[in-house]
């Protein structure tokens, strides 16, 4: 079975600009959420979708937003990039968003 | 807002060693505990749950967490830990009107052969 895919799995981006980092869910699964991870720190929550609909939002900027397709992928996008977005960007499926996550590898992002 | 803590950030044991990490959180309602672990090089993965039930939950690799609800507890123990056991683990709690885990930052445990 194919696990959660993320892509790219490392991006290299300059400050002020965008990034789109894309995730395709485990077939079934109807939920996606979004997670940031800086060194030495668990993963903070940024977005969730169910159904295509947004349910829930972590404490992060307008910069932040995030969809989710009609076959279930998503996509999360940041604009006007700053040095401390660098990080792991985690994306994790389920079957409802409230059980158990499965990960994908993540996309590293690095910001110069 | 809920949130986790771990209070144990670097563990190092020797092979065959007991080992019980700590995981509190915020919120006294209904909630789902987690613990996560993340293998060198490897993706996050589920090492067991507790959604209800029993409180002594049994995960994969001999691993097993008490929740303790008076104590807000939730720690992971492992009998005998081995080399193999080397990896990041994180406690992840869902509750307080939102059921998407919040995580703590986890323990880097290291298990010397």
């Known amino acids: 079975d194919a696990g959660v895919t993320q892509s790219p799995t490392h991006l290299i981006k300059t400050r002020g600009q965008h990034v789109t980092l894309r995730c395709s869910p485990i077939?079934?699964?109807?939920?996606v959420s979004w997670y940031q991870q800086v060194l030495g720190q668990g993963p903070q929550f940024i977005f969730q979708?169910?159904?295509?609909?947004?349910?829930g939002r972590g404490n992060f900027p307008d910069r932040f937003s995030a969809r989710q397709f009609p076959n279930y992928s998503s996509e999360l996008n940041v604009n006007a990039l700053l040095l401390g977005d660098s990080a792991l960007y985690l994306c994790?499926?389920?079957?409802?968003?409230?059980?158990?996550?499965?990960f994908g590898n993540g996309t590293r992002l690095t910001v110069t | 807002a809920q949130s986790v803590s771990q209070h144990n950030h670097h563990v190092i044991l020797s092979e065959a060693a007991s080992l019980e990490l700590g995981c509190n959180y915020s919120?006294?309602?209904?909630?789902?505990l987690f613990w996560y672990v993340q293998y060198p090089g490897q993706h996050l993965q589920l090492l067991l749950k507790y959604f209800s039930g029993d409180p002594l939950v049994k995960g994969i690799k001999g691993f097993e967490a008490e929740f303790i609800k008076s104590k807000f507890s939730f720690n992971l123990r492992k009998p005998s830990v081995q080399w193999s056991d080397t990896a990041e683990y994180f406690c992840?709690?869902?509750?307080?009107?939102?059921?998407?885990?919040?995580f703590g930052r986890g323990t880097s445990l290291i298990v010397h052969p």
């Open positions: 077939s079934g699964h109807k939920s």
């Open positions: 994790a499926s389920s079957l409802t968003g409230e059980g158990p996550l499965h």
């Open positions: 992840a709690v869902g509750g307080g009107g939102s059921y998407i885990p919040t």
């Open positions: 979708y169910y159904e295509k609909e947004e349910r």
């Open positions: 919120y006294g309602g209904t909630v789902n």
